[in-house]
């Protein structure tokens, strides 16, 4: 069935150093990616979405990579900062099965 | 902050109740999102409405009903509560463009709590 899931429930980073965040995919027909960011006590916010017929999408300090042949999708946040600290969901939406979140990676940053 | 609106934060109430959560989407967006989020369950897509009418289904329960009003605030009812539909209940809303998928904007959500 279709899944959306995350490698790593839990993230420990340096502030300053770039974080990773991976996903992994199982619906080849998704048409888009997205991650979100969700902070204690807070509703989801949108960081940055990727559409499937591309492999790179870059923001504001934030990188996201989609590997279809690996079904693989990756968020890097560069110069990690204390305010990033949150869980951080990988989404995948279709116009069939409208969005799927996966479980969310909890991202902590060590001062 | 969203925009997005959410009433009550907070609910508790008894098995076998019946509840109402309120969302106001942003000043703009036609389309109302309804999503449960449970410790086991992760985020789960509920409902979706736009302008007024029913656009997707996702993971509701016959329990759960939602509607979106002219004013377009929406409404998610919850009926004979079990323990189990204790969860943060979040609203969403987008605009709806050409693209298929538009970025959705997260109210604070509900959190409700069934004794």
């Known amino acids: 069935g279709e899944s959306v899931g995350l490698h790593l429930p839990t993230l420990s980073v340096q502030e300053g150093d770039n974080s990773i965040i991976n996903c992994a995919y199982s619906?080849?027909?998704?048409?888009?990616f997205i991650w979100y960011k969700q902070e204690s006590g807070k509703g989801p916010q949108f960081i940055i979405d990727?559409?499937?017929?591309?492999d790179k999408r870059q923001g504001q300090r934030v990188t996201v990579l989609l590997n279809k042949t690996v079904k693989h999708l990756s968020l890097q946040i560069a110069a990690t900062q204390p305010g990033d600290s949150a869980v951080y969901f990988c989404a995948e939406y279709s116009s069939a099965s409208k969005i799927i979140f996966g479980s969310g990676t909890r991202l902590s940053i060590r001062p | 902050d969203s925009g997005v609106t959410q009433t009550p934060k907070h609910l508790i109430t008894a098995t076998g109740q019946r509840v109402t959560l309120r969302c106001s989407p942003r000043?703009?967006?036609?389309?109302v999102y309804w999503y449960q989020q449970s410790l086991d369950q992760g985020l789960q897509f509920l409902i979706q409405y736009y302008n007024g009418e029913e656009r997707a289904k996702g993971n509701i329960l016959e329990r759960f009903s939602a509607q979106q009003f002219p004013d377009l605030h929406s409404e998610l009812n919850l009926s004979s509560l079990e323990l189990g539909d204790s969860a943060l209940y979040f609203c969403?809303?987008?605009?709806?463009?050409?693209?298929?998928?538009?970025?959705?904007?997260f109210g604070p959500g509900t959190r409700l709590t069934v004794l």
């Open positions: 619906n080849s027909a998704s048409d888009y």
């Open positions: 969403a809303s987008s605009v709806v463009g050409r693209r298929s998928y538009n970025e959705q904007f």
């Open positions: 990727i559409r499937s017929n591309m």
């Open positions: 000043s703009g967006d036609l389309s």
